[in-house]
């Protein structure tokens, strides 16, 4: 499963969530600071088997998450903007912690980012609908969250161009992706690779819009990668999902297989429905189920309210 989903195609968080604007703090000369956040809560349904699963069964657990964001932004030249972000979240009572802090420039030239930027890799995302189940569309380990990154990303006409250089806490490997999107009209199709000390992995993602349907399919194939309790697996994901905005709810859902070489085979599904209550406040139900053969068995019902502000 993908290690962060925080990187989404703009139609995806269009269609499924809602995102209060930014309320600006502060403004000093030339520095804005802005501040949003989330309150999140929501009741988890668990049923497991399999040594490889990181929950145990459950009669049912509920769960809170919460975040405040700040965003600044300091003019230094005309044409140049020093940029800088970071969220303070913690869940359940735990202590809070900082999270996804970067800084950087942008200009004409395109954007650079120093520190948790998140990887270029996740282009590949585009079929991620869910808001709180896993993923099996594209596996890797993100740098946001897990060690930081130097992130360049640059528009050229319909094509957004990625890449970064990322530094992985904990395991001492390092790796680098790559990614290039082309967007037109209602259509969009990029490519992405990433390369590490000991893993090799790429594919393609495209989207379409029609009215109020959206539609994605992901490709990727994988060396030596990292899946559930695995190590150094070679294997290939597809992945097919879709939602449909209609009055007063969206209807979404993800069909996902993991082809693992030499091993037990992953099928991975989930569908879900959400409804916008107010313009910040958005409430949903979904439900998953996978089958790793001898691996894992699980299904999980989750039901939410995402309070943004």
Known sequence: ???????????????????????????????????????????????????????????????????????????????????????????????????????GVTGNFGTVKVGETGSSYALMEKTELSNELDEYDAIYTDSEGTGNAVRYQKALGPVDLSANYSFVDGNGNDDFSLSADYAVENFTIGAAYLNGDDT????????????????????????????????????????????????????????????????????????????????NITAFVEYSDTDADDLAQASLLVAGIYYAF
Do not use: C
């Open 200 to 279: 090799e992995s790429m594919g393609v993602s495209a989207s379409v819009v029609v009215d109020a349907f959206y539609a994605a399919l992901t490709y990727t194939d994988n060396d030596d990668a990292a899946i559930l309790n695995l190590t150094s697996e070679d294997f290939t994901t597809t992945a097919l999902s879709a939602s449909y905005a209609f009055a007063p709810a969206t209807l979404y859902g993800s069909y996902q297989m993991v082809d693992i070489d030499n091993n037990d085979d992953i099928n991975h599904w989930y569908a879900g429905v959400s409804r916008d209550v107010t313009a």
């Open 1 to 103: 499963m993908t290690m962060n989903k925080a990187i989404l195609p703009a139609i995806i968080s269009a269609l499924l969530a809602t995102s209060a604007q930014a309320a600006t703090l502060y403004q000093v000369e030339d520095t804005t600071v802005n501040m949003s956040g989330e309150i999140d809560a929501y009741y988890k349904v668990f049923d497991s088997e399999g040594t490889s699963v990181d929950t145990t069964d459950e009669n049912g657990i509920v769960s809170t998450w919460a975040n405040v964001q700040l965003d600044l932004s300091t003019k230094i030249t005309d044409s140049v903007t020093a940029i800088g972000s970071f969220e303070v979240e913690g869940d359940d009572g735990a202590a809070f912690t900082v999270d996804d802090a970067w800084v």
